[in-house]
């Protein structure tokens, strides 16, 4: 059973002429035996809620997952498609990608994000156990990772997490074969990860990754212990490559069809490419089919249970029906007493109003609570041995805290969020745009937005990071003009299934802008237009954020001299590319004099400013001082803003 996914793996890449035979190849013992005799799954049901997670962290070594999916019996893991390894429009891509292939769990491209994001699994593992009780949520998640996982820094983050939380429904399979592409792992790393494990508060064992009586009791001894778990399973790469095994030249290439010949010789496998023999064929396929009567037995408790009509809700991902009843009213009232607050406590004020009616949502703060103002009152925390709490402490690890947040929403039945500083989104931004490349309801609280966060200096003070946030495809980038825009914002967010959101926010004050009632979210346009022009409009103002005020102010100014300007706020970029053509137009406002105010770079306006527009904003880096100092010094004003008008008139 183990050479099936041998052979297939060694087929697979040689086909494509492209992939990495060396890790599935040496893992299949590992998880021949994991697959048939530990991991709770059916075949023909790929999206059982109470499933153990598998999570190919190694991602490169694809080729194993896909043998597996195929050989259980997996429908969309085809013959034809393992034939089509790497191809375009196949299902089976370099890399594992979620929402491609039933059976793949997450996408597992840079090394280090699927160990990271199996920590988020388990956590949601353990919350919903406890919200539901474990007749309704009691599995595993697993996770293959190799040398490189380990070596890259956000492993660091996930393995401290996990042994803080004592995740004990968490183990990690370690393909400890010593080499990686240049050769052996000797070569840059001589780190004891078993130590390291341990050290973090894990159980460890190593285990011969080619003894399949060992490797089934350190599986068995695994589902033991009282936290999470690494098995260092010592294997050779290549494991039963003619001349090649335990090289590093099976890593990264395919075996060529010398090798591929002479191992199938060796293995004694007779058959063509893709082809198994009807013995092995039905023995995996049996294993595919077994945990059916598990399925089976939780769907009979699932109906009996009263809490199933929640659960089901809640795994789908559909809001509660009052889920934004008090947001709403908040609203209103908000329009009515237009209070002067920075976004930052916006956003908090937000989170007070939907956090009681969505269960769901389950947040917290790289150890920036009360900045990020991401605690809702009377909270309990997330903790062992309990789990129930909605209030995570994640500690200083952005990184690890944005890639979990990933896993909490694949794993279904959480909305999550995790608040950091703004310029911290450099440390969390692989993770964001591996949640907005998956598609996943992930909201990331950036607070402290912009110079305005004053004297803690240019290190703290995001410049550029908006452009950069905006430049990942399928992310939400709010920056919210005030209180209302805030809290339209985060129904948005809520809303989007399939696209994560960062929420950009400022530490200082601004004063209200949105005063009129309207009946639709204006937020979710993207842009719209905030004040018309008295008369036919020559100028057209737009801003975001705490200077969409200096933007209206700059218009009190202009429109005193007779000149009719107009002012539109753009909380989202990415919203406003979603709207038809005729609204877009009607926003852009061509043919006035454009110009645009944010204290951040100038990138990504253009396409609302034009070539000939003028923007009023960073070219440089921030400094330290008070907030007010830094926007006269940097010439951040109404007055600017005025200035660029005119000498475009």
Known sequence: MANAIRVLAMDGV????????????????????????????????????????????????????????????????????????????????????????PGVEVTTGPLGQGLATSVGFAMAERHLAAKYGEDLVDHRTWVVAGDGCLMEGVSQEAIALAGRYKLNKLTVLWDDNEITIDGKVSLSDTTDQKARFKAAGW????????????????????????????????????????????????????????????????????????ELPENIQKAWLKVGRQGA???????????????????????????????FAKLDAKIAELIETRPAQATRQSSGAALDEVFAAIPELIGGSADLTGSNN???????????PTYEGRYVNWGIREFGMAAALNGLALHGGIIPYGGTFMVFSDYSRPAIR??????????????????????????????????????IPNLYVFRPADTVEAMEAWKIALEARTTPSAMCLSRQKTQAVRTVASAENLTAKGAYEIKAANGEARVTLFGTGTELALALKAAETLEAEGTPTRVVSVPCFELFEKQDA????????????????????????????????????????????????????????????VAAVKARL
């Open 14 to 101: 040689e086909k494509a002429k492209s992939g990495h035979p060396g890790m599935p190849m040496g893992m299949a013992d590992v998880a021949t035996v994991l697959f048939s005799k530990f991991l709770k799954f059916d075949a023909s049901r790929p999206d059982w809620a109470d499933r153990d997670r598998f999570i190919l962290s190694a991602g490169h070594g694809s080729m194993l997952i896909y043998a597996l999916l195929h050989l259980t019996g997996y429908k969309a893991a085809t013959r034809q498609e393992l034939s089509n390894f790497r191809q375009w429009g196949s299902k089976t891509a370099g890399h594992p990608e979620y929402g491609h292939m």
């Open 434 to 471: 591996l949640g907005a490349l998956m598609g996943v309801r992930a909201i990331h609280v950036l607070t402290h937005d912009s110079i305005g966060l004053g004297e803690d200096g240019p290190t703290h003070q995001p410049v550029e990071h908006l452009a950069a946030l905006r430049a």
């Open 582 to 641: 005729a609204y877009q137009a009607s926003v852009l406002g061509r043919g006035t004099v454009r110009v645009a105010v944010e204290a951040a770079i100038q990138q990504g306006w253009e396409r609302f400013i034009g070539e000939d527009g003028g923007f009023v904003g960073m070219s440089s880096f921030g400094a330290s001082a008070p907030a007010e100092v830094l926007y006269e010094k940097f010439g951040i004003t109404s007055d600017a803003v």
């Open 203 to 274: 159980a460890v064992k190593a285990v011969d990754g080619h003894d399949v009586d060992a490797i089934k009791a350190a599986l068995k001894w695994a589902t033991k212990q009282d936290k999470p778990t690494l098995l260092a399973c010592k294997t050779r790469i290549g494991k039963g490559a003619a001349t090649m095994e335990g090289s590093h030249k099976t890593h990264g290439a395919a075996l060529g069809a010398a090798e591929v010949a002479a191992t199938r010789l060796g293995l004694g496998w007779d058959h063509d490419p893709f």
């Open 374 to 384: 991401t605690f809702v009152k009377d909270t309990p925390i997330f903790d062992a």
């Open 293 to 323: 009567k598990h399925r089976k037995a939780w769907e009979a408790r699932l109906v009996a249970s009263k809490q199933a009509a929640d659960f089901t809700r809640a795994m789908k991902g559909d809001l509660p029906e009052t889920a």
